[in-house]
């Protein structure tokens, strides 16, 4: 068996470990699960979704896992479907009653999801660009959604050695594989997936989150938080550790 699908069997298992564990909180939003100082990409993720899904959208979530992300979805949208490999998140997930008809939950692999070409307009990739080859998940992309569509992610950067590191050391410890860290997307990623839309907006987070804890030692919380976000908006791109995407106006040609 090739090396990624081995990877593969090994993350699904992981995350299939991990669904059963983490606790799910479907009236909250991510923003307000999160410690404050992971929240500013979250925060601009749930103003793009607010602003680019309308309660017309139809919008599948690739890799929801137990929902973090979902709420803000369906918060928008009459018609959202998850789809992710590890059931225990999906179980996890579905057992919130108060989400209502409205989410469709599917266990199916991202890269080859079961639904007819063109039958999304918004496809949303939460933390899941890792997980597939870049270039059969972007063809799924394109496939998946109708002409003028919308893509909207929200995924770590690969560049920065500091977040490098602490990836390395998670892989030695056995919590990563090898092929999904290859895989976590560059600005070379961001750039193949918002080749195909008319109109893209990226936006580059946490690129000091690695300085928070030393920070919080002499000044308060927020004030640490005032100055990360500052320091987002000066440092290069390269740096950050999580990046927003919304590209709209696919220009769809038979692939
Ligand atoms: C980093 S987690 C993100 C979960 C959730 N979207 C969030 O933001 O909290 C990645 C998710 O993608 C799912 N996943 C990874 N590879 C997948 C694949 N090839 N097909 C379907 N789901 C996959 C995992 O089960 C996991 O739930």
Redesign the pocket.
């Known amino acids: 068996m090739p090396r990624s699908d081995q990877d ?1 069997e090994r ?2 298992q992981r ?2 470990v991990a ?1 059963g564990r983490v606790p799910n909180h479907p009236d909250l939003m ?1 923003s307000e699960l999160l410690p404050l100082e992971y929240r500013p990409a979250v925060v601009e993720f749930e103003r793009v979704v607010k602003k680019y899904v309308s309660s017309e959208s139809r919008v599948i ?9 979902t709420s803000a979805l369906v918060k928008s949208s009459r018609f959202v479907v998850g ?4 059931m225990s ?1 999906l179980l996890a997930l579905q057992s919130c009653g108060s989400w209502g008809p409205q989410v469709h939950l599917a266990q ?4 080859a999801v079961p639904m007819p070409d063109s039958s999304f307009s918004v496809v949303v990739c ?3 660009l890792s ?2 080859d870049p270039v059969q998940l972007i063809g799924e992309i394109r496939r998946l959604l109708s002409s003028g569509g919308t893509l909207i992610v ?1 995924d770590a950067l690969r560049h920065n050695p500091i977040y490098q590191l602490n990836r390395f050391v998670a892989l030695l410890r056995g919590d990563r594989t090898i092929t999904s860290l290859r895989r976590i997307p560059s600005l070379k990623t961001i750039a193949s997936l918002t080749k195909y839309f008319g109109n893209s907006e990226v936006r580059f987070y946490g690129h000091s989150l690695f300085l928070m804890s030393l920070l919080k030692i002499f000044v308060s919380l927020e004030r640490s938080l005032e100055i990360s976000i500052k320091l987002d908006q000066h440092l290069p791109r390269w740096m950050a550790f999580r990046f927003v995407l919304v590209a709209t106006e696919l220009e769809k040609v038979s692939i």
Do not use: K, M, P, V
């Open positions: 593969r993350d699904r995350y299939e669904g991510a979530e690739l890799g929801c896992g137990t929902g973090r992300h789809i992710d490999y590890a998140a199916a692999d991202i890269a939460t933390s899941s997980y597939a929200i």
